[in-house]
């Protein structure tokens, strides 16, 4: 047998990866079997495993290829001697909203994390990978908006904790209602206006900031 070479294992894994996608979508996850993906693919399910633990390994694969592009909008973001942190995470929310509505790949995937994905029994791991990124998306967020504090962009008494869940909040509500229904706002073009007006949140909100009593 002649032995695969990195970029044919690549190929492959590439190609599982976009029969996932597509099946996942046309189907949902939970009625989508790896026999089924690889079919689509063209591949045997022995090849499934070579490159993938079990579907929640498939499935975190391709929700971590969404990431990739914003990976240095975030770091500049969190990087304590970035002068303008905001600035970044201005420009990779309006990113992320543009990105949704305009590239099919990324609008199919998140409407199969939003509305195609069900946590069976099945997909326990996958539930705990999910819990993990969306924990650790949350202190991301945090350690940008504390970095937009200490340059004075946001209050200096802001609560970077509580700040943070209330925007990663609006960013998956924002997303979720659009994929849903997709005619009730413009999101491509109606993204900064939709940026800005969290930003304005984090800015004058007198709730999300660490008051003390007289």
Same mark, same amino acid.
């Given at each position: 047998?002649?032995?695969?070479?990195?970029?044919?294992?690549?190929? =492959?894994?590439?190609?599982?990866?976009?029969?996932? !996608?597509?099946?996942?979508?046309?189907?949902?996850?939970?009625? =989508?079997?790896?026999?089924?993906?690889?079919?689509?693919?063209?591949? =045997?399910?022995?090849?499934?495993?070579?490159?993938?633990?079990?579907?929640?390994?498939?499935?975190?694969?391709?929700?971590?290829?969404?990431?990739?592009? &914003?990976?240095?909008?975030?770091?500049?973001?969190?990087?304590?001697?970035?002068? %303008?942190?905001?600035?970044? =995470?201005?420009?990779?929310?309006?990113?992320?909203?543009?990105?949704?509505?305009?590239?099919?790949?990324?609008?199919?995937?998140?409407?199969?994390?939003?509305?195609?994905?069900?946590?069976?029994?099945?997909?326990?791991?996958?539930?705990?990978?999910?819990?993990?990124?969306?924990?650790?998306?949350? !202190?991301?967020?945090? &350690?940008?908006?504390?970095?937009?504090?200490?340059?004075?962009?946001?209050?200096? %008494?802001?609560?970077?904790?509580?700040?943070?869940?209330?925007?990663?909040?609006?960013?998956?509500?924002?997303?979720?209602?659009?994929?849903?229904?997709?005619?009730?706002?413009?999101?491509?073009?109606?993204?900064?206006?939709?940026? %800005?007006?969290?930003?304005?949140?984090?800015?004058?909100?007198?709730?999300?900031?660490?008051?003390?009593?007289?």
């Amino acid at each position: 047998m002649v032995r695969r070479t990195k970029e044919e294992a690549q190929e =492959t894994r590439k190609q599982i990866l976009e029969a996932a !996608e597509q099946a996942f979508y046309d189907r949902g996850v939970s009625r =989508t079997t790896l026999a089924d993906i690889a079919a689509l693919a063209g591949v =045997t399910r022995g090849a499934i495993y070579w490159h993938f633990s079990n579907k929640a390994d498939l499935v975190q694969a391709m929700l971590d290829s969404l990431h990739e592009p &914003l990976e240095e909008m975030a770091r500049a973001s969190e990087s304590e001697d970035e002068v %303008d942190p905001l600035g970044w =995470t201005r420009k990779l929310l309006i990113h992320l909203f543009q990105q949704v509505a305009s590239d099919p790949k990324t609008r199919r995937i998140n409407e199969i994390l939003f509305h195609k994905f069900e946590f069976t029994d099945e997909m326990c791991d996958m539930r705990q990978q999910r819990q993990f990124v969306w924990l650790d998306a949350n !202190e991301r967020i945090a &350690l940008a908006l504390s970095n937009a504090s200490r340059q004075g962009q946001l209050p200096a %008494d802001l609560n970077p904790q509580r700040a943070a869940i209330c925007l990663h909040a609006y960013i998956h509500g924002i997303i979720g209602q659009w994929l849903l229904v997709p005619e009730s706002f413009p999101l491509h073009d109606d993204a900064e206006r939709l940026v %800005d007006g969290i930003l304005d949140m984090l800015r004058f909100s007198p709730a999300l900031r660490d008051t003390t009593s007289a």
